[in-house]
């Protein structure tokens, strides 16, 4: 006799007592037990009569590496830094090194030496990815293909198929067309990032073959991979994305042919710039028709009177089609007005060199010190210094700077950028003015300004921090207002200076009213016991990846 199972499970549920089951109780048995002997067999009956289901293929291999195997003790150090990735948080205290930290290093200075990662640790690896977007570039570089094949065969790790233009460096080989034809959006942008490093022509011939039938979006995030390798080459079909119909397309297009200086574009811009900005000989300031109520300055800056040569800026009075086209945007953010939001953009897209002859053959510190009648000097030099920026011109970007010895300004109240402008300095350069900037003014304004700095530290960088932190200890500084920079130097100093800096690790002695008084001693003791603990365990680990490959696993 069989029972329907839904009645079966209805009883169940509702208990015997409420809901009679269809079942016939034996000789001393009870309701109970007979609806379980009855489950019981309906159970066998129904898994005889399953249909088997049809057996999924097996997945395909996964992908060789060519790539030479972690040493054995850069393989024991990975494992060990993805075991600990979760276990530290956020407020920590004692002399241990953070090992959460130093996981995005030792995967970029794995990558640089070309080690593939361990198969064993993949699942891992990808976990450490899933959890930190930051880790995603060079974890899956170092996953290569064998980590984009895993992550097919599990949802969780999708945004790995979904690799950005870092993972691509993972990839050898031709040009695959049907990635492009056929892939997800990220996929094809990987696939087209890979094919503009290797030839910046075929992949702008690629883009400019699908450019009309692909959406906004995707001709947004298109677009923006010419920017490496960006040169005049590229200048037609920026040219032709200027009658783009997205809005964001042109003023991307417009601020590509403005990082070109020869650019039409550029040319175009320049010629509005010199009908705005120009050198006022005879020292009269004069009236530049500024009328914007929002864009006004005080009386005092609009009726200087200091003799000499000085800049004069008559902004424009409209925003023609033309401007519009070029990428001058024509509503205004909100508090600024409409005249020095047009100028400000026409500046920035003008090409510096053009400055000079306009000057009178002025160096740029030269223009840069010259006096800006009317008020106009903040909207002039913020707009010369985003110029520097995009067009990478350290000589203006030193100008503008000036010297790190200066006081800064509170924040708000400037028209410099010093960390945006120091991008646009050679490496060493930086470093030094970043230096030079901490000796004076100390660590309170400079935690922006290490950001742009190249890793490691250069020495003269790497000794003013370390004094800069060890005269706030001095001087009873409280402790945990330099956490972050003490956080940046145990990532960014030179290894090589733990021995140098072994002095530091010994604990003040408490003095009534002092930092120690408040237990600010022992975090400082502790602070720099990590660091030269880190500095060390960095050294460490670079020896660990320099050491002789092991065997494929």
């Not at 040169?231 to 601020?255: I, K």
């Amino acid at each position: 006799m069989t029972h329907p199972w839904d009645e079966l499970v209805t009883s169940a549920l509702l208990g015997t007592a409420r809901r009679m089951p269809p079942v016939r109780a034996r000789d001393g048995q009870d309701t109970a037990a007979a609806l379980l002997d009855a489950a019981a067999v309906e159970t066998v009956r129904r898994r005889a009569g399953a249909v088997p289901a049809v057996a999924r293929a097996r997945p395909d291999p996964a992908p060789g590496d060519v790539r030479p195997p972690l040493p054995p003790a850069a393989r024991r150090r990975l494992s060990l830094l993805l075991a600990d990735r979760g276990s530290t948080g956020g407020g920590r205290r004692g002399a241990a090194p953070d090992l959460t930290e130093l996981l995005p290093q030792w995967l970029a200075a794995a990558n640089r030496h070309g080690y593939q990662a361990p198969p064993a640790l993949l699942p891992a690896l990808l976990e450490a990815a899933r959890a930190r977007t930051d880790l995603r570039p060079e974890a899956l570089v170092l996953g290569g293909p064998r980590a984009r094949w895993l992550a097919g065969l599990n949802p969780q790790w999708k945004f790995a198929l979904r690799s950005g233009p870092a993972a691509s460096r993972a990839a050898a080989g031709p040009a695959d067309t049907r990635v492009w034809e056929e892939g997800l959006f990220a996929e094809r942008a990987a696939h087209l990032t890979s094919l503009r490093r290797r030839d910046p022509a075929a992949a702008r011939e690629l883009l400019a073959g699908v450019w009309p039938t692909e959406r906004a979006e995707d001709r947004l995030m298109f677009l923006d991979v010419l920017r490496e390798g960006l040169s005049a080459a590229d200048e037609p079909f920026l040219e032709g994305a200027l009658d783009d119909r997205s809005r964001n397309v042109r003023a991307t297009a417009a601020e590509l042919l403005s990082a070109l200086p020869g650019s039409a574009l550029a040319a175009r811009m320049a010629e509005r710039a010199r009908s705005c900005v120009s050198l006022d000989r005879t020292g009269d300031t004069g009236d530049t028709g500024r009328t914007d109520a929002t864009d006004r300055t005080s009386a005092t800056s609009a009726t200087r009177t200091s003799e000499g040569p000085r800049i004069t800026v008559e902004a424009p009075h409209e925003c023609d089609k033309d401007m519009q086209r070029d990428g001058v945007v024509v509503k205004p953010p909100s508090g600024r007005g409409e005249r020095s939001w047009w100028l400000s953009q026409i500046v920035e897209a003008a090409p510096l060199a053009a400055w000079r002859e306009r000057f009178g053959g002025r160096s740029p510190a030269g223009i840069v010190a010259l006096p800006v009648t009317d008020g106009w000097q903040p909207e002039l030099h913020a707009a010369w210094c985003r110029a520097a920026v995009r067009q990478r011109d350290a000589e203006w970007a030193r100008a503008l700077l000036g010297p790190a010895s200066e006081p800064p300004a509170a924040e708000g109240t400037s028209w410099r950028d010093p960390a945006k402008l120091l991008s646009a300095l050679p490496a060493e350069e930086r470093a030094e003015w970043v230096a030079e900037f901490v000796s004076a003014h100390g660590l309170s304004d400079a935690f922006r300004l290490l950001g742009v700095c190249a890793v490691p530290w250069a020495e003269p960088l790497g000794r003013a921090i370390v004094d800069a932190l060890d005269t706030a200890r001095d001087a009873g500084g409280y402790p945990w207002s330099f956490s972050g920079v003490m956080g940046l130097a145990e990532r960014c100093l030179d290894p090589a200076q733990a021995d140098r800096l072994e002095v530091l690790t010994a604990q003040p002695q408490e003095q009534d009213g002092g930092p120690a008084a408040a237990g600010a001693g022992a975090y400082w003791g502790e602070a720099f016991q990590r660091l030269v603990g880190t500095l060390r365990l960095r050294a460490t680990m670079l020896a660990e990846l320099s050491g002789p490959a092991g065997r494929p696993a």
